[in-house]
């Protein structure tokens, strides 16, 4: 809701364009998502993971540039791609692990104080800086997830076994 916001008030598009700029990046979402449904157990995860964020880091640096509806639907489309390829790896991860519940309420804890700090800073950022504040935190969330993405395991624990690779470095 923060972000439409910003798009209506300081990109002047009018409350359904910007609707639909949410919307291509949902739709982005959900592509990834599904895709990854089906082809998860081909590609590295790690790599995977890095692509995804980098894609978001340049996506929401992009965004910061773009001045019309159709370019900003784009560029958000193709940064919603990022999270529907982060968020399912991130829940298999858990399920991979020793205390998946335990660690799933982590998950989800950190995935609410993160919306908490985003609701809290973004309305500040957004009134300081315009568009460029909301994104550049957007941004270094992506950065900081780069930053830690050697964390995640190349693949599953069962097509590990299967292949004879390690899994990595995932949590245990």
Same mark, same amino acid.
């Given at each position: 809701p923060v972000f439409v916001e910003a798009m209506v008030r300081w990109l002047?598009? =009018?409350p359904v364009e910007a609707g639909y700029v949410q919307a291509a990046e949902s739709l982005g979402k959900a592509v990834a998502a599904i895709t990854l449904l089906f082809l998860m157990h081909r590609f590295d995860w790690r790599r995977l993971v890095r692509i995804a964020l /980098?894609?978001?880091?340049?996506g929401n640096l992009l965004s910061m540039f773009a001045t019309d509806f159709a370019s900003l639907a784009a560029i958000r489309f193709v940064c919603g791609l990022a999270p529907g390829i982060v968020v399912p790896i991130a829940y298999a991860m858990v399920g991979m692990t020793a205390q &998946?519940?335990? $660690?799933?309420?982590?998950?989800? =804890?950190?995935?609410?104080?993160y919306g908490a700090l985003a609701f809290a800073v973004l309305p500040g950022l957004f009134a300081a800086a315009g568009m460029v504040g909301g994104l550049a935190?957007?941004?270094l969330f992506a950065a900081v997830g780069w930053s830690v993405a050697g964390a995640v395991p190349i693949r #599953? $624990?069962?097509?590990?076994?299967? =292949? #004879?690779?390690? @899994? /990595? @470095? /995932? &949590? #245990?």
């Open positions: 002047h598009l =009018t /980098g894609v978001l880091l340049a &998946p519940e335990r $660690n799933f309420g982590w998950l989800l =804890t950190t995935l609410l104080a935190f957007y941004a #599953g $624990n069962e097509e590990a076994a299967q =292949t #004879g690779e390690r @899994s /990595g @470095s /995932g &949590p #245990g």
